[in-house]
């Protein structure tokens, strides 16, 4: 089992969550222009990667929230955990430029609710052990 660092919550076991697919997949620019093949290839398609892989997960049964994960595909390890909207770091910790279009809006949550403020909070942890042990206000541990 993987010992996941909720940037919300801190340390949880996985069955916490749930696994949201590849990150940073950008938006189609006009999607109303697409035929049914290129369509077909935004909705199902997705990198096979073997080593670093960014994916997207939620707390489900935690803070209810979603964040990006750097995860080696062939070790399992967490290299990287931070929130959605920001760019990819690479390996080392360090942001990558941003290949994708999340959605930074505060009510892009599952629930439809504000996001909690995690402005001053650090998110980057390298393993599994949180950058921060303090929770942003408004996030429930």
Same mark, same amino acid.
């Given at each position: 089992m993987l010992l996941i660092s909720c940037p919300n919550c801190g340390s949880r076991d996985e069955t916490e969550f749930h696994y949201g697919g590849q990150a940073h997949v950008p938006y189609p620019k006009n999607p109303n222009e697409l035929n049914d093949r290129q369509?077909?290839?935004?909705?199902?398609?997705?990198?096979n990667t073997k080593g670093a892989f960014a994916e997207r997960w939620l707390h489900s049964t935690g803070c209810r929230q979603w964040f990006n994960m750097l995860r080696d595909t062939v070790t399992y390890e967490i290299q990287a955990i931070y929130p959605m909207g920001t760019p990819r770091p690479d390996a080392a910790g360090r942001t990558t430029p941003d290949t994708g279009t999340a959605s930074t809006a505060? *009510?892009?949550?599952? =629930?439809? %609710? @504000?996001?909690? *403020?995690?402005?001053? =909070?650090? %998110? @980057?942890?390298?393993?599994t052990t949180p950058a921060s042990t303090t929770a942003p206000e408004g996030a429930t541990k």
């Open positions: 369509w077909a290839e935004f909705l199902f398609y997705r990198d505060a *009510d892009s949550t599952t =629930t439809g %609710t @504000a996001a909690p *403020d995690i402005s001053g =909070t650090s %998110t @980057a942890t390298t393993g």
